[in-house]
């Protein structure tokens, strides 16, 4: 994500040609999202985990191509529907796998995962600054990290929890509910709506915020890149220390606070006036993007009996974000400029704090009735 700004330029788009471009990865993890609850199920989180990295660099590779080898706009959607696929089915494996590892230990832990997550990419973004300064080609750029994710998550996917542990605390073999079930249950749908909100504020930084900084604030491509760096490293940091503001505090509190930092961070960012104020606001940003998307996972998980279709509902919902916000912030980028389109954060953070009461802890017999 971080070198969009150099692939707009070499294809010559518009934000809002871009934001379509972007959302051939949206297109991707929708397809993927609605039956990865059941894939889950048949085969296990291992294996989907591995099976969507391999997709995921066949992705890579095609953007690459498509980017600055062919010049088609066309084989770089093809190639993020394929990263879109691969990473939204291995986004609810990994979720229900956190989710089982954190029932486990008795205490919060999903937002370290999603911080291990996030600081992957940091060093994305930090390489891709390097790579953007050092002029290295996008497709070769995006080649050796396709190589390194599969060989990585492959071998990281050998110490997942076997499948044969998932008991309900009972000591009973976990039965899942299906998917349709979980659509059927309120809490879900408006958890879901929560976690769409926590995508939105997180994706809309992923997508834009390097092209905001560098638009808005006119700066070289590889600064831009680096506001993004900034902001991947303070939402790294929030998911690092959150887990104990969680188990200190309850996810309401926090979930409220993250609301309220999202928003002051985006202003800042939007009006700051200079660079260093509007990198300021990243941190802030970051600081508020960071727990709402892996407490909404918990949330959705905290019946194990029903966690893999939750997880798999709520990740649908959530992914609806990637759907609309890249067509939607590219029309408006077009109109009143990307760094204003970033204010869609503020709409979100403010629904994301009036729905958060949803995801208040409850017990496995509570969280069986919605």
């Not at 294809?11 to 972007?22: A, H, K, M």
């Not at 099976?51 to 600055?68: F, M």
């Not at 996030?118 to 790579?131: H, K, N």
């Amino acid at each position: 994500m971080g070198r969009i700004p150099e692939v707009r330029d070499l294809l010559g788009l518009t934000p809002s040609e871009i934001g379509r471009v972007l959302l051939a990865l949206a297109l991707g993890s929708i397809v993927a999202l609605p039956t990865s609850g059941l894939v889950v199920g048949k085969i296990g989180a291992a294996r989907t985990v591995a099976g969507g990295s391999v997709l995921v660099a066949v992705g890579l590779v095609l953007a690459g191509l498509g980017s600055d080898t062919l010049s088609a706009v066309t084989l770089v959607a093809l190639g993020l529907v394929f990263v879109g696929y691969g990473s939204g089915s291995w986004d609810v494996a990994m979720n229900v796998e956190g989710a089982a590892v954190e029932r486990l230990l008795g205490r919060t832990i999903m937002p370290r995962f999603h911080a291990a997550f996030s600081f992957g990419t940091v060093a994305g973004a930090s390489l891709g600054a390097g790579a953007s300064a050092a002029e290295i080609p996008v497709v070769v750029h995006l080649g050796a990290v396709s190589i390194v994710a599969v060989l990585v998550t492959v071998m990281a996917t050998r110490s997942f929890l076997p499948r044969t542990i998932e008991v309900d605390d009972d000591g009973e073999p976990v039965q899942h509910i299906s998917v349709l079930t979980a659509w059927r249950e309120p809490r879900t749908l408006v958890i879901g709506l929560m976690v769409m909100c926590a995508a939105l504020i997180e994706g809309i930084a992923n997508d834009w915020l390097a092209l905001g900084l560098v638009d808005g604030y006119e700066v070289s491509n590889a600064v831009g890149t680096m506001g993004f760096a900034v902001f991947l490293a303070a939402m790294t940091v929030g998911r690092t220390a959150g887990t104990q503001l969680v188990d200190r505090f309850g996810r309401l509190p926090v979930l409220r606070t993250s609301a309220v930092l999202a928003v002051a961070g985006v202003l800042l960012v939007v009006f700051g006036g200079s660079l260093p104020v509007a990198l300021i606001g990243t941190v802030v940003w970051g600081f508020g993007a960071a727990l709402g998307f892996p407490l909404g996972m918990s949330a959705a998980s905290d019946d194990p009996r029903r966690a893999a279709a939750r997880v798999s509902v709520v990740a649908s919902i959530g992914y609806t974000a990637f759907l609309a916000g890249p067509p939607i912030l590219g029309y408006v980028g077009d109109h009143e400029g990307v760094l204003h389109a970033l204010l869609a954060v503020a709409v979100a953070a403010t629904v994301m704090g009036l729905v958060s009461p949803a995801a208040r802890e409850q017990k496995p017999a509570e969280a069986g009735v919605s």
